[in-house]
């Protein structure tokens, strides 16, 4: 054969799917978990609504962070009134995530057999606390700022890459939220 009348291998032509996807996978364990519905019980026009959502916390968690850190150079109390507010939607954005992941993570059984599900989940949470601590702290005690709120604000971001990383594995490596549930 010449080359020419070869079709061109495309890149997902040769991508495997990972192990944890295949209902033909040697381990029957592996075999259930992947014959599980994992599509998304709370959409609205196939849409994921908690992918929707977690798109605000962690924009405003990192937000935060710089705006931190523009107080801290600056000293400017503008900063301060700022980060209050951007602390507070994170943590309000969060929860309402939060409740829509849950409702998610219980209402889907093929989410819920996965560990990167619960690994997701307590990521997630423990973002969720840190950001309602570092709200609070702006709130009752805004002379704790710096350096305490700053601290917050970074282990808030490290905790939202935590978090992000397993529900993108959620997503890209076990495809969970791609479709609208069977059941609907």
């Not at 996978?25 to 609205?44: F, Y």
């Not at 850190?69 to 503008?78: A, E, L, N, Q, R």
């Not at 710096?146 to 076990?174: C, E, M, Q, R, Y």
Request: with cysteine; proline share 6%.
């Amino acid at each position: 054969m010449t080359q020419d009348s070869e079709e061109p291998i495309s890149e997902t032509a040769s991508e495997q799917p990972a192990p944890e996807a295949e209902s033909d996978h040697p381990n029957p364990a592996i075999r259930a978990v992947a014959d599980k519905d994992i599509g998304s019980a709370i959409a609205v026009a196939g849409h994921p609504i908690h992918a929707m959502l977690v798109h605000f916390p962690i924009a405003l968690v990192i937000c935060t962070t710089g705006i931190d850190v523009f107080y801290w150079w600056t000293g400017d109390p503008f900063w301060a009134a700022v980060g209050l507010w951007s602390a507070s939607a994170a943590f309000a954005f969060g929860v309402l995530a939060a409740i829509v992941g849950t409702a998610e993570l219980l209402a889907v059984p093929g989410i819920r057999v996965r560990v990167a599900s619960w690994n997701h989940a307590v990521a997630a949470m423990v973002l969720l606390a840190v950001a309602g601590a570092n709200a609070g702290l702006r709130l009752y005690w805004p002379e704790q700022i710096l350096p305490n709120g700053l601290l917050l604000s970074a282990l808030a971001a490290i905790a939202t890459g935590f978090a992000g990383w397993h529900g993108g594995k959620l997503v890209f490596d076990h495809g969970v939220g791609l479709l609208i549930s069977t059941r609907q």
